[in-house]
């Protein structure tokens, strides 16, 4: 699957760490594993699948300081690229969304 990684346009490093995550408009957080992560968003291994789209927020305790700005602890904002079933789980990618223009919220 070298295709996927010719079209990256960031360097991918490997972080396996938990991490959880929340829907924008639930308060039930699911437990997952990072991946792999670049300047512009992570990978993760999920059990439920998430839909492409979808706006999470994704917390972690130990996270790399480059990428998660914010504490640990905090939530990083992002969106579902894509989910891929993948040796029985699902692989998301998440690009991070930049909450620190404080745009449009509107849904």
């Not at 997952?32 to 968003?41: E, K, R």
């Not at 439920?48 to 990083?76: M, N, Q, Y």
């Amino acid at each position: 699957m070298m295709k996927d990684e010719n079209r990256r346009q960031n360097e991918r490093v490997q972080f396996l760490r938990p991490i959880m995550y929340v829907y924008e408009s639930s308060d039930k957080f699911i437990e997952a594993t990072m991946l792999n992560h670049s300047s512009d968003g992570i990978c993760f291994q999920s059990t439920p699948s998430v839909a492409p789209g979808a706006k999470i927020c994704i917390l972690t305790d130990e996270s790399p300081v480059e990428i998660f700005s914010r504490k640990s602890g905090e939530a990083v904002t992002a969106e579902v690229m894509w989910c891929k079933k993948k040796a029985g789980a699902h692989w998301v990618g998440v690009q991070y969304i930049d909450t620190s223009s404080d745009g449009d919220a509107d849904s």
